[in-house]
């Protein structure tokens, strides 16, 4: 590859990760938000290291004169060698699909942790509770704290093999490559389309013996609205909103 166009994808690159990072959230949809400073030292090297070379690039060619003294590089770039811009300007000006529905029928299950005592339940209702801790609260809360108790769960949809549908979440450990889902099964009302995010309140369907691994994690819904995508949405905490 010329070093002109190794300058120019070396900026672009840069600027499309400085631009993710500083002006936007999208790179949480690829990675967790600790990585962020990480992200944003590699642009910044990236695009000094790309204007850099275009910098000595231009003095060479000053110092030279037309440069006619000192010969033409007749190396082409290859064609394949273009391709290398579409990750690039996508940072730039297209942000690719955040993982949804697909990965995560994908992706491995998150292993739900064995926890050892559980502090009792906030009063009010709904009450808000995340994926885990409400798979955690059906299969191994042995005061059955959970019977009759309305919670609210808020995830997106993902279609279920026998026609009805989970809420989910996509969890990264580092990035999306290594992303393991978690999910709780609906019951009632209508399927809603995939990838749609939702607040869904409701009580815990009876399949099993509560309290133990053989309750199944899932909800009877009374109640789903559709909801902004939170910020964390690749984590599985209660939703933030944007400040």
């Known amino acids: 590859m010329r070093r002109p166009?190794?300058?120019?994808l070396l900026t672009l690159t840069g600027l499309g990760l400085l631009h993710a990072t500083l002006l936007t959230d999208t790179y949480l949809r690829y990675v967790k938000a600790g990585l962020r400073p990480l992200l944003i030292v590699s642009g910044l090297v990236l695009l000094v290291l790309g204007l850099a070379g275009a910098a000595v690039r231009g003095?060479?060619?000053?110092?030279?004169?037309?440069?006619?003294?000192?010969?033409h590089d007749h190396t082409g770039t290859p064609r394949v060698a273009w391709l290398l811009f579409l990750p690039a300007v996508s940072l730039l000006f297209y942000a690719p699909p955040a993982p949804g529905a697909y990965t995560a029928a994908h992706a491995s299950d998150k292993p739900i942790t064995v926890q050892r005592g559980f502090a009792p339940l906030p009063a009010g209702s709904p009450l808000p509770l995340t994926l885990t801790d409400f798979t955690k609260r059906v299969q191994q809360d042995r005061s059955r704290a959970i019977a009759g108790r309305t919670v609210r769960l808020t995830g997106f949809a993902s279609p279920a093999g026998d026609d009805g549908w989970y809420l989910t979440r996509i969890i990264f450990s580092c990035c999306a490559a290594d992303s393991q889902t978690v999910k709780v099964r609906m019951y009632g009302g209508e399927v809603p389309a995939a990838d749609t995010w939702l607040a869904v309140t409701g009580t815990w369907h009876p399949r099993g013996t509560l309290g133990t691994r053989t309750a199944t994690a899932a909800l009877d819904v009374r109640d789903a609205r559709p909801v902004t995508q939170p910020v964390n949405a690749y984590t599985d905490d209660l939703p933030l909103r944007p400040s």
């Open 5 to 8: 166009v190794q300058s120019m």
């Open 59 to 71: 003095w060479q060619q000053t110092a030279a004169g037309t440069g006619h003294e000192h010969g």
